[in-house]
């Protein structure tokens, strides 16, 4: 229900009037931040929406952080992502490659056009990372702003580790990473501990990734069929509400000092 949850802090753009919006972009070393998810499967017990919640609260939570001192606005979400390795198991919208591409370069470069300095998309799902890479420079070439892009899960891996108890392949999809922070974020979404079972993916190629946090050096496309029975990959049996909790902390104040980091080499 959009209705409801739309501006609730300052740096929401959805919930400004457009003069609002215009002042802040006009501000020097402005920054604008496009969150992107999907809707895709993640298990048994797991919604369907947990990329697109996960990444806008984490792009909330950071750009709350930054403090009035840094103009940053968030669209809302992009909720479709490329996913058609999902689609066997159901539940599952995906755009084509070259929509979701254009979709993202028609938000951004109408977003900037406002007067922003900078604009960064966060993604939330491992299937859009290389589209992400590649509308950064699409977008780039198209606009006087800077532009970026990051994939949320892929900051502060470090310090992330040492919050884990599985071993690597746990803090995949649907696993130890995300049902953490759905527990945290929101728990009425997750399903009981019951039906929280994942696939820890043994990756056939050691430069394979099979980690949220290990991407590897190579890609490989597999349909997530062959990779797990109940469409989550990893620990989500390790997963609970504190780390959650300490992985949300984490990953906000990473992002919060990029997007400061953003601010000061545009202003
Ligand atoms: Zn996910």
Redo the contacts with the bound molecule.
């Keep these: 229900m959009i209705y409801d949850s739309i501006g609730a802090t300052d740096s929401e753009w959805a919930g400004k009037p457009y003069a609002a919006i215009r002042d802040t972009a006009e501000e020097d070393g402005s920054v604008l931040v496009v969150p992107v998810g999907?809707i895709?499967q993640?298990g048994h017990h797991l919604p369907v929406a947990?990329?697109t919640i996960?990444v806008d609260a984490v792009v909330h939570g950071g750009s709350e952080q930054v403090g009035a001192d840094v103009p940053v606005l968030v669209t809302p979400p992009v909720w479709t992502g490329f996913s058609p390795h999902h689609l066997p198991f159901g539940g599952t919208l995906s755009l084509e490659f070259d929509h979701l591409r254009a979709l993202l370069e028609d938000v951004a470069l109408t977003g900037v056009e406002n007067g922003f300095d900078a604009v960064c998309f966060v993604n939330?799902?491992?299937g859009n990372a290389a589209l992400i890479d590649a509308v950064v420079s699409t977008v780039g070439t198209s606009t006087d702003a800077e532009v970026l892009g990051t994939t949320y899960f892929t900051l502060a891996t470090d310090e992330i580790e040492s919050l884990r108890d599985s071993e690597t392949g746990g803090m995949a999809?649907?696993g130890e990473y995300?049902t953490s922070l759905m527990l945290h974020l929101r728990p009425d979404l997750v399903a009981d501990d019951d039906v929280r079972d994942g696939t820890v993916w043994d990756e056939h190629y050691d430069w394979g990734g099979s980690d949220l946090l290990d991407a590897g050096p190579l890609s490989v496309y597999r349909s997530f069929d062959q990779y797990s029975d109940s469409g989550a990959i990893g620990s989500p049996e390790l997963a609970s509400a504190e780390k959650g909790a300490s992985i949300y902390d984490v990953v906000t104040s990473e992002l919060a000092a990029l997007l400061v980091a953003i601010h000061e080499h545009n202003a």
């Design positions: 999907s895709e993640h947990t990329d996960l939330g799902h491992g999809h649907g995300e």
